[in-house]
């Protein structure tokens, strides 16, 4: 019998699996998906530039597997939104790290509250930037407040930032460096980022974290990492107190593995599926689902954007992330300045980005042109050079009828009922990416831009976190895990994911999954 | 604008390959062919026959860059070898049949017509696909992955460090000049 039994190898997982093995416990990680070095990143990173390579070739999803259903009221691309294997979707992440702020954990941003301070996440949000790599200048006034700077130095604004400041300045909007899980410099035995510009959803360098690389540093520690090793379902003694074992498939047969303590760590969407597919005589709605939650609130951030052209040129597409944003509106998202007009009304927290990459890439152009020689070159040059763009994250309130359920209707490839993603964007996250749209529309305008498009209300879209479908709480009837990350009904099984989030804030939520996964660890190391 | 063997590296390295002996390690006894296939000479020459009709003709040096590139490409990847031994043929086959002639020994009109003809510019790539498809795959877009995602390249359109060649983080800061 093993000490730890981790499902998942994402960052939630891997961060777990390395602090327990690092605390002397013994660990197996069981994770569905590949080790994905058999090809190199550089051949992932030409699939992503292609068009013969569908967006979900990169990282091998889709199939039977990967089987989903979305009944909507809205469609959830679910197998662009996530990557099954070592490293998780940390693979194809844009590396975007933020702390959430005060107002989110106190739910004055969104409800309801966490029963988690900033000053419990505090230390471990530092941990994560740490095994991160984050990259940062530590200088958004509106974030909450830091013990010190960020592990590497920001890197430096884009040309187009420069142009953005001057019109930000113009309407009263501050900018400030954005934090990136990408090395600006060599850290932590990886490589400085050299600007191969396809960063999400590959980077061919190494330098955007992943968290394969901390599965390695888990694995040098000891850890026993089983790959292609779906779990199937949990199995509890007789009471239902505790997890007796995991039951999985292997290279075509049935297997198990017991532990003392059983971590999820599979993504907001496969964990509340396992647990629904772990039903028994003593936990007949699912394990550890005594309160009907398991599966609810799922919610997600979405995208509102604005560009176009300039007369002038902007210099996109040299580098895929993003390094200036704006944080000014996030906890007061009604809130006017001198030349941006206030608005009354129930909003939810946003964040406004400024893009590198608006516009054609010419490289993607060539390849789907219609055309060649002279005539594709002066496409090519016609199309690239004057675009500019922003987006934006809202926070989307946690619903308890968007859910994660079972569709009985549809097997995967073992014959297990497929998740299905019941969401349905409602009207005050529409409302604020109205809010987030005047906002873009007032920067652009006052930076003389033709703006071209817009990403608003109606046309929307998810930005793949999948969050809250085992939120916690501090009541057994309100949540599913307690603060410690532990279910409120079965003694030895916790849960390392954005699943647990209250609500998640309007900022991309890795960091602080990370954060909660080195929480987690130090609860399960108390345990044992 | 003139391309070397030394745009070629460049762009190789953005493909992942790198040649420990740079660029004088780039010959075609390097790269050890099937004796299955067609004969490398041959499938050489109708890339660039192909690379002279769908680089822009300010370009220079295509000859040497296609060759370059197309070794480092295909050095240890018999499964690309094959696919694009496979379009090549297809095309000197198409080329054959309509011109009476080998695709490198038409005059460049005739091959554009040629690729023209087969549907080439208006199909998607697709290594599995169609005649057309497989041309588009591993030709075509082979070519001009070459090009625009090389510096040189990118020049041609107004980027120097396009997506796909590891550049550096200093361009992205640098205002037009």
């Known amino acids: 019998m093993t000490d730890v039994c981790v499902v998942g190898a994402g960052p939630a997982g891997a961060l777990v699996a390395d602090r327990l093995a690092a605390a002397g416990r013994d660990v197996t990680i069981l994770e569905a998906g590949p080790r994905f070095d058999e090809t190199p990143d550089t051949e992932r990173m030409e699939r992503s530039i292609r068009p013969g390579h569908a967006p979900t070739e990169v990282w091998e999803m889709g199939g039977p597997r990967d089987a989903y259903s979305a009944s909507g009221p809205d469609f959830y691309p679910l197998n662009v939104a996530r990557v099954k294997g070592v490293g998780g979707t940390t693979n194809h992440w844009q590396g975007m790290v933020y702390r959430l702020h005060e107002a989110d954990l106190s739910g004055e941003n969104n409800p309801p509250s966490w029963p988690l301070s900033y000053d419990d996440l505090r230390p471990y949000y530092l941990e994560a930037e740490r095994a991160f790599g984050v990259a940062g200048a530590s200088d958004d006034p509106y974030a909450p407040p830091r013990e010190e700077p960020h592990p590497l130095p920001a890197f430096p604004p884009s040309y187009s930032d420069s142009l953005f400041a001057e019109a930000c300045e113009s309407v009263g909007v501050t900018t400030h460096a954005a934090p990136n899980a990408r090395n600006s410099e060599p850290y932590d035995d990886r490589a400085a980022c050299v600007g191969y510009g396809t960063c999400k959803p590959v980077c061919a360098s190494g330098a955007k974290y992943s968290a394969d690389h901390t599965v390695r540093q888990a694995e040098a520690k000891g850890v026993d990492l089983v790959t292609q090793a779906p779990v199937q379902r949990l199995e509890t003694d007789a009471a239902g107190e505790r997890v007796t074992r995991a039951v999985y498939v292997r290279d075509g047969a049935q297997r198990t593995i017991e532990a003392e303590q059983f971590v999820l760590a599979a993504g907001g969407v496969e964990i509340p599926r396992l647990l629904l597919l772990s039903a028994s005589d003593a936990h007949p709605d699912g394990l550890a689902n005594s309160s009907g939650l398991v599966g609810r609130y799922f919610h997600d951030h979405l995208f509102a954007g604005m560009g176009g052209t300039l007369d002038e040129p902007t210099r996109q597409n040299h580098v895929g992330f993003i390094t200036t944003e704006s944080h000014q509106f996030y906890d007061d998202p009604g809130a006017g300045t001198g030349e941006i007009p206030a608005r009354d009304g129930d909003l939810a927290p946003f964040k406004l980005e400024f893009l590198n990459y608006a516009g054609p890439s010419p490289v993607a152009m060539a390849l789907r042109e219609d055309a060649w020689g002279d005539e594709l070159r002066d496409r090519l040059a016609d199309a690239y050079g004057t675009h500019v763009a922003m987006g934006g994250l809202v926070g989307q309130p946690p619903l308890a009828r968007n859910r994660i359920t079972l569709d009985e209707s549809r097997t995967d490839d073992h014959g297990n009922p497929v998740p299905d993603v019941v969401w349905e964007i409602d009207e005050k996250t529409r409302r604020t990416i109205e809010r987030a749209n005047e906002i873009q529309r007032a920067i652009l305008e006052a930076l003389g831009v033709d703006i071209e498009w817009t990403a608003g209300p109606e046309d929307t879209g998810p930005a793949y976190h999948h969050m809250g479908t085992t939120r916690m709480s501090r009541a057994p009837e309100a949540g599913v895990v307690r603060p410690d990350c532990r279910t409120h009904d079965v003694g030895n099984l916790w849960v390392a994911s954005s699943s647990v989030f209250p609500n998640g804030g309007a900022l991309n939520p890795t960091l602080t999954i990370g954060a909660l996964a080195l929480l987690c660890a130090d609860s399960v190391d108390a345990s044992l | ?177």
């Not at chain 2, 054959?96 to 490198?104: G, H, I, T, V, Y």
Request: aromatic residues 6%.
């Open chain 2, 1 to 177: 604008m003139r391309l070397t063997r030394r745009d070629a590296l460049a762009a190789l390295s953005g493909a992942g390959i790198t040649l420990g002996g740079g660029v004088a390690a780039l010959s075609r006894e390097s790269v050890d062919a099937s004796e299955a296939g067609p004969s490398l000479d041959d499938t050489l020459a109708t890339l660039t026959a192909a690379a002279e009709v769908v680089y822009p003709s300010d370009v220079e040096g295509i000859e040497a860059f296609v060759e370059a590139y197309s070794l480092g490409r295909i050095e240890g990847r018999d499964e690309y070898l094959a696919g694009v031994h496979d379009a090549t043929v297809a095309l000197d086959e198409t080329a054959l049949s309509w011109e009476d002639a080998r695709f490198a020994a038409l005059a460049a009109d005739r091959r554009d017509t040629v690729l023209r003809q087969l549907g080439v510019p208006t199909a998607d790539e697709d290594p599995d696909g169609t005649r057309a498809e497989r041309v588009r795959y591993y030709v075509v877009n082979e070519l001009l992955y070459a090009l625009y995602a090389s510096p040189t390249g990118g020049e041609l359109v107004g980027i120097e460090n396009p997506q796909g060649h590891p550049g550096g983080v200093a361009s992205y800061q640098r205002g037009p000049r």
